[in-house]
């Protein structure tokens, strides 16, 4: 390791630099979900709320399947390149959709925003993971998901700055940033690979890898728990402005950052504090991290019922509260609990498999949504979310039981 890394306060840099990335990760796709008033005026197909969820889920449908891949690759190669090429891959996408004039370039762009932005995720958390152990990586990957709250914030105010400008003009900004600030990474980000000469040849057989993992029963319970609280985030995440303009009369240039900052500003405060006691709570109890998680979505049952049936600004705001709080301590440990169970060499991997079955749930969830909003059904959609999201639960509790805080590399 050079100078740079050898300091002390390195790893908490690696995450303050990450943390600019994932907030433009999610600023980049969220802010889309705010834009349908202003975007449709220039695109006709944009009238409907069906095709502007097909806009939505092409992302989410592509995001999936290309997450796997970006896995394996991030175990591979230098993630350092990997999280640069990604950013200014998607940003550069971002810049390009200000330029679209038709549903069919939007489409694609979006795809493409997919395919980039996949290979963010993996690589960065197994990176934190790389620099924090037991004692400060719940709260390191905490603080780097409230860079993600803020992105998806930021997002909400994507249709108030169309209104000021123009949604051109957005796209055309958002890109630019992401461009300029992909140098800052090449300046400072440095990769840390823990004997990554180690058993070369396993790591290139990509077979023994899967079949390594889905040797597991815990990396299968894993796998469900992460597909069945992605359905209500992702729900929540691309509709809470359009829940929240339809329930509260609101226009969307209020209801998108009025909905966005809720949920990002309680989820940030979920994911700082189920972090904190994650870490603590881990050095006296193996499970401390999966009783946060299940307590996270524990919270979110209560909330999916206020926003399915809620008629009020108090309901859909408390609804929204309660879900932001309780997916922050959720989401502070998935990649923790991960590391309980799956060697460091295969981190990647496995989260690009976790974000697969995730995103694969959300795109499937959020068609639905698209077509329920429009024939008025979405509060029964809610509502039937609230038991797949309690058998999930009641699994991870009953079946995942860690031996170890950390699972270093060891011979296979």
């Not at 999610?26 to 449709?40: G, H, I």
């Not at 079946?399 to 270093?408: G, H, R, S």
């Amino acid at each position: 390791m050079n100078k740079l890394q050898n300091l002390k306060y390195y790893p908490w840099l690696v995450v303050g630099l990450l943390w600019g990335v994932g907030m433009l990760n999610y600023l980049d796709r969220q802010m889309l979900s705010t834009m349908q008033p202003f975007m449709k005026e220039d695109i006709a197909e944009l009238n409907t709320a069906t095709n502007f969820g097909r806009l939505m889920a092409v992302f989410l449908w592509i995001y999936a399947f290309m997450s796997p891949v970006s896995g394996i690759i991030g175990d591979r190669v230098n993630r350092k390149w990997l999280i640069v090429g990604s950013l200014f891959v998607w940003s550069g996408v971002t810049l390009v959709m200000g330029f679209a004039k038709t549903f069919n370039q939007l489409y694609i762009l979006r795809a493409l925003m997919g395919i980039s932005e996949a290979f963010y995720i993996p690589t960065a958390l197994a990176l934190i993971a790389d620099y924090h152990r037991a004692n400060t990586r719940s709260l390191a990957v905490g603080v780097h998901s409230t860079g993600i709250y803020i992105g998806q914030a930021l997002g909400g105010f994507g249709a108030t700055v169309a209104a000021a400008y123009s949604w051109q003009t957005t796209f055309h900004s958002f890109g630019l940033i992401g461009i300029i600030y992909s140098i800052v990474l090449i300046i400072f980000l440095k990769d840390r690979r823990i004997n990554a000469s180690k058993n070369i040849a396993e790591k290139r057989n990509v077979l023994k890898v899967l079949g390594m993992l889905f040797g597991n029963v815990a990396f299968w319970v894993i796998l469900f728990f992460f597909a069945v609280p992605s359905m209500p985030g992702w729900v929540t995440k691309n509709w809470l402005p359009t829940l929240f303009a339809n329930t509260l009369g609101l226009p969307m240039e209020e209801a998108g950052p009025f909905a966005t900052i809720t949920l990002a500003m309680t989820s940030f405060a979920g994911t700082l504090i189920g972090g904190r006691i994650s870490d603590k709570w881990i050095q006296s109890n193996l499970r401390g991290r999966i009783y946060i998680s299940a307590i996270g979505m524990a919270l979110t049952i209560p909330a999916l019922f206020l926003l399915g049936f809620g008629d009020t600004m108090f309901t859909v705001f408390a609804g929204a509260l309660c879900f932001g709080f309780g997916f922050g301590f959720y989401d502070a440990n998935n990649m923790p609990i991960l590391c309980q169970f799956v060697s460091s060499r295969y981190r990647a991997t496995a989260y690009g498999l976790m974000n697969f079955v995730g995103v694969t749930a959300g795109a499937f969830i959020t068609n639905i949504f698209g077509k329920s909003i429009d024939t008025g059904n979405m509060s029964r959609d809610f509502i039937l979310l609230i038991g797949v999201v309690a058998i999930a639960i009641i699994l991870q509790l009953t079946v995942l039981k860690p031996k170890t805080a950390n699972m270093e590399d060891q011979s296979q």
